[in-house]
Each structure stands twice: as C-alpha cells, then as structure tokens.
C-alpha cells in the first residue's frame, strides 16, 4: 500500500524565519497531495494542497512543491510567526477522492 | 456553524460496551470518511461513503467496528465490545466528490476506553 515518510519530526525556528518540511511517498499512482495543519486538541485543518500535474503552489507565505519523478513533496512555509506553532500532517491520496494516507507529522515549534 | 460536526465529543466507556459516534458533513458533500488518530499519529483511515454507499473498508476495521450512512448524509460509527485499543480520537471528514478533491475534517470523537 501507500507509504509516506515524513521528515523532520521536530522542527524549531526563529519567528520570521522559514520552515521546509518534507515527505517522501513509493507509489507513483499518487496524484493528490495535501498539507494540514493540527493544533493541540483541534481537528486538522487544510492548508494547502497540489496535484500531480503541478509542481508548485503558493498561496501567502506557504507554499507547496512537488517533484515527481524523486517522489518527494515539500511545505515552505516564510516569514514564519508564533501562531504556525503547531504538528503539520502531509498526505497523499492515490485514484481520485479516495482515502488519504498521512505522514508522521512533524511539530513546528516557532520561537520569539 | 456549515462545517462538519461530530457528536459527542468526548466518550468514556468500560471495556466490553458498545459506544456509537456521529458525524454529520458539510451540506451537500458526497464523501464521508472516517479516521482514527492515536497520540502522536497521523489520521489513520478507516472507511467512506459515496453518498450511501460504502466503498472501502480498511483492515483497521475489525469486525467489531460498523458504520453507516442510510440517507446518504450523516453517519454512524459504532464499536461492539470496546477494548482499551480502541482508545483514541475519531475523526470524521467529507469532500464534495465529483471530482472535487480536499477532505474537510470535524472535531473528532475522543473515545476512553477503562
């Protein structure tokens, strides 16, 4: 089945530096690749998502790659602020609104 | 409030009882899922809907573990003879389908199991 590795698991920065998180997948039938962003306690919540026939979104200070052919997809996120604390989830979707496999998560924690 | 909601939020149980969970989706979304989280975890799927219809099961599900969307709108989970496993936070989702990607979570159902 779908696997997703996600990397780092922990990530600290300094406010109003950037954040790259990464995630890599094996199956090459994946075509829908979503972000989301989870608070302690609170549902995830969509941030950004790409499909496979693109290679990058932006929207505002996060951003989204995709490489393909590497398998690989990364969060960018720029200018990052004290309220972007929080565990970011990636996932990917194979087939067309089917279920979404997620990745580990990784716990952005952004420092005054 | 137009997203999706999920009833109770919060369940305690003793091994052994049954306990059922609901979700109700975004107006006219097509596609309901259900998840489990565990601390630490990502979403793990555990089943959807296409309107009333159920597609996928994953192998999380055991036996003991049903769910249903008669009309085609809200859902039921429900889990027979709880076990401390079962603990977690159930998230429930929906997407318009058609083609339409991006799933919309709720709040989850935080389900104890003593």
């Known amino acids: 089945g779908e696997n997703v590795e996600q990397h780092p698991s922990t990530l600290s920065v300094q406010e109003g530096d950037s954040a790259v998180i990464k995630c890599t997948y094996s199956d090459s039938a994946s075509n829908y690749f979503p972000w989301y962003k989870q608070e302690l306690g609170k549902r995830p919540q969509l941030i950004i998502d790409?499909?496979?026939?693109?290679g990058e979104k932006k929207d505002q200070r996060i951003a989204v790659t995709l490489n393909k052919t590497a398998k690989h997809f990364s969060l960018h996120i720029t200018e990052t602020q004290p309220e972007d604390s929080a565990v970011y989830f990636c996932?990917?979707?194979?087939?067309?609104?089917?279920?979404?496999?997620f990745g580990t998560g990784t716990q952005l924690k952004v420092e005054l | 409030d137009t997203g999706v909601s999920q009833n109770p939020r919060h369940k305690i149980t003793k091994r052994g009882q049954n306990v059922t969970f609901r979700c109700d989706p975004i107006?006219?979304?097509?596609?309901l899922y259900w998840y489990r989280q565990t601390l630490g975890q990502g979403p793990e799927f555990l089943t959807y809907?296409?309107?009333?219809?159920?597609?996928?099961k994953s192998r999380l599900l055991s036996d003991r573990f049903s769910a249903e969307r008669p009309k085609g709108s809200f859902s039921t989970l429900e889990i027979q003879r709880t076990e401390q496993g079962d603990s977690a936070m159930y998230l429930c989702a929906s997407s318009p389908g058609q083609g339409v990607l991006g799933q919309f979570f709720g709040p989850g159902t935080r389900l104890t199991v003593l």
């Open positions: 996932a990917l979707e194979v087939g067309g609104g089917n279920k979404l496999t």
């Open positions: 107006s006219e979304h097509n596609r």
């Open positions: 790409i499909r496979s026939n693109v």
């Open positions: 809907f296409q309107n009333e219809a159920q597609l996928e």
